[in-house]
């Protein structure tokens, strides 16, 4: 059974940083790109980053300031968020695809003084 659980969200100040992590489990995480998502409180949900077996890319509003990364051995996907932003205060999601979509519950990132 595919599962996705993120984790590391909470409350920082502007200008702070933030480590998200991802565990997956219930298929060859290594062979897959993995995604992350994020849904600020009443907004569509947006994609913010992606990783594949090689590769990298950023939508814009994040780049220079979130680095993603993964972890094979231990079927883990990173998201460090550096210089956070009030506008960056979403639910954030990990996700992949491979015939059907997945994804993870979410954990809230709020970012306010």
């Known amino acids: 059974q595919v599962q996705l659980k993120e984790s590391g969200g909470g409350l920082v100040q502007p200008g702070g940083s933030l480590r998200l992590s991802c565990a997956a489990s219930g298929f060859s995480f290594s062979e897959y790109t993995m995604m992350w998502y994020r849904q600020p409180l009443g907004k569509e949900r947006e994609w913010v980053a992606s990783?594949?077996?090689?590769?990298?890319n950023y939508a814009d509003s994040v780049k220079g300031r979130f680095t993603v990364s993964r972890d094979d051995s231990k079927k883990t996907m990173y998201l460090l968020m550096n210089n956070l932003k009030p506008e960056d205060t979403a639910v954030y999601y990990c996700?992949?695809?491979?015939?059907?979509?997945?994804w993870g519950q979410g954990t809230q990132v709020t970012v306010s003084s």
């Open positions: 996700h992949t695809w491979f015939g059907s979509e997945y």
């Open positions: 990783i594949t077996t090689r590769t990298t």
